[in-house]
């Protein structure tokens, strides 16, 4: 069989159900094998966003998928977004076409869509190999899964000689995964009872989820761990939809009822989370009052590397998370549970009064306020709706106003990368299919990057609902100048009619500048049945004449190594 074909069973082995990628001549027997083989082909754009939309699909699936780059510029513009996916703890399978091998090894100058990349892709991979010969195909692509799954997950990279793709060769039967990668582990019993002593002599712990919950799709397990330890329950910024955000236990970490919860707390238990800097590490802002140094830590880790390297643990369960998760709601259920907080209800009674008051509270604009924006919009999108988040700004106002419902929230919460949204939404619904709907709030900054991603929606008939928070602008950024300068520098945009450009591609297009017309266009734009995109004029200066709510324990991340010269906590 062909080196492309035998790619394609390697792939359906590890359970590969799409390939983001252009057509390409490099890359043609490939796709050719994986059309007829019954794996989804789906090209985007910009190679960038192919990364983007495997994204987007792993996590609604907890799959591995892959992202094709043809050689020379299109492999060049899949390294940002492996970036971007190292500091996610996503794992990819980038695949690239080069030159073929006495071209590559030549010494040689400006050779046509050269660039030697391999090298580039190993800082933000995991692994990264060069395929010159078909007999190492089934070595190179099973060392790849193994190093994309072992401890933290992350990007691998590999590229091949184009020359070889359609190269017959005589290959050894297929392996499972099961016979080249290790299983799943569970937790040792002596390191799950001492976890369970912890939270059962606690008197006032909090759960806190992370990233690591939603996307090995862990929500029932965690609610009914919840349910057990009967404590406030907070998720990181990557964990938002371990529990809705209209669940009674949920607490805000930045509200006021967060604050108390935390400060109160005297036992942490950290549940696919590494407490990243966005959350003080665990030990700055909200985490140093009341308890502080004194509060005991609780982590459940899949990866021994990370325990400790943040904030130190008392105790860390490492083990797959699926696994110790469920092994510590057993050992919890056989012991009894843990003694409910009493103060519970009134937490989350002050929790939703605060909400009221913030809501109560949105100034008045001359157009509508972002923070307006996100609490109509709310109204109108389907609660179980799948969100998908991008922009500056626009995070802060989603944040405060529009309430998490759904099981997935998907966001680069840590590397931030502007411009992913369109891709993540487009593989998110990819995964959902016609069961759920995908929505993605986004600015009008993060939406440029990548608007004619909007076409790859239209061509796959993906009825993804883009809602812009429009302020021509980039939000943070032009609050920063107009503090510190007195105007914006290269921080505003022309006006766009972006709803046009969704008609003109032949999607769905609302344009928005009244308050009350939000519903009925969010409405509207569901309703279409095809891609839409709802464009709502808000207010350019809501960015610097006034701050979004939270936005001081936000940007809290900015100064905390450097205020804390003292150490782990």
Not at 42 to 60: D, I, K, L, T
Not at 165 to 176: A, G, H, I, R, T
């Amino acid at each position: 069989m062909t080196f492309g074909d035998r790619l394609v069973d390697l792939l359906l082995e590890e359970k590969v159900e799409v390939i983001f990628s252009q057509g390409d001549l490099s890359l043609v027997e490939i796709q050719k094998c994986a059309q007829q083989k019954g794996i989804r082909l789906v090209g985007p754009r910009h190679e960038q966003v192919a990364a983007f939309m495997a994204s987007g699909y792993y996590c609604m699936t907890g799959r591995m998928q892959v992202a094709m780059g043809a050689m020379g510029p299109g492999v060049s513009n899949m390294l940002s977004s492996a970036v971007c996916a190292a500091q996610e703890n996503i794992p990819l399978l980038l695949i690239g076409s080069r030159r073929q091998s006495s071209t590559n090894l030549a010494v040689r100058r400006n050779r046509w869509l050269y660039a030697p990349m391999l090298e580039m892709f190993r800082v933000p991979c995991k692994f990264v190999a060069s395929i010159d010969t078909p007999g190492h195909l089934d070595d190179i692509v099973r060392e790849a899964f193994r190093q994309a799954w072992a401890g933290t997950p992350g990007p691998v990279y590999l590229e091949f000689d184009y020359s070889i793709q359609d190269m017959k060769w005589d290959f050894p039967p297929l392996e499972s995964p099961a016979r080249y990668r290790a299983q799943p582990r569970a937790a040792d019993a002596a390191s799950m009872d001492k976890a369970c002593d912890l939270i059962r002599s606690a008197r006032k712990p909090i759960l806190m989820a992370g990233p690591g919950v939603v996307r090995n799709r862990l929500h029932a397990e965690f609610r009914k761990l919840a349910d057990l330890v009967a404590a406030p329950v907070l998720t990181s910024l990557g964990g938002s939809g371990a529990v809705p955000e209209s669940d009674g236990r949920y607490l805000f970490q930045f509200s006021g009822a967060g604050r108390e919860a935390i400060e109160k707390s005297d036992l942490l238990i950290g549940i696919g989370t590494n407490l990243p800097e966005m959350d003080g590490y665990g030990r700055h802002g909200q985490f140093a009052a009341g308890a502080g140094a004194d509060r005991k830590i609780l982590v459940l880790e899949t990866d021994p590397g990370m325990v400790g390297v943040n904030r130190c643990a008392d105790h860390a369960v490492v083990g797959d998370l699926a696994l110790t998760l469920r092994q510590l709601i057993a050992g919890l259920e056989r012991a009894g549970g843990a003694a409910a907080w009493g103060e519970l209800s009134r937490l989350r009674a002050g929790y939703e009064a605060e909400r009221e008051r913030l809501a109560a509270a949105i100034p008045e604009s001359e157009q509508i306020h972002p923070s307006r924006l996100m609490l109509e919009a709310r109204k109108a999108v389907p609660d179980d709706a799948v969100i998908v988040l991008d922009g500056g700004l626009t995070i802060l106002h989603k944040m405060a106003f529009f309430e998490q419902r759904s099981s997935d929230f998907l966001y680069t919460s840590t590397f931030s990368h502007l411009g992913s949204g369109l891709g993540y939404a487009l593989g998110a619904q990819l995964a959902a299919g016609s069961r759920r709907r995908v929505c993605l709030l986004t600015g009008d900054g993060a939406l440029g990057f990548h608007l004619a991603e909007f076409e790859t929606l239209v061509r796959h008939q993906l009825p993804v609902v883009v809602i812009v928070n429009d302020d021509r602008a980039l939000g943070a950024e032009m609050s920063s100048h107009m503090q510190h300068v007195g105007h914006a520098i290269e921080a505003t945009f022309s006006p766009v009619r972006y709803d046009q450009i969704a008609r003109a591609m032949g999607g769905h297009g609302e344009y928005v500048q009244e308050a009350q017309e939000i519903v009925p266009a969010v409405q509207r734009a569901f309703s279409a049945g095809k891609p839409a995109l709802v464009q709502v004029i808000t207010d350019q200066k809501a960015s610097y004449m006034g701050a979004p709510p939270y936005v001081d324990a936000l940007a809290g991340w900015l100064g905390n190594d450097a205020l804390s010269p003292s150490g782990l906590l």
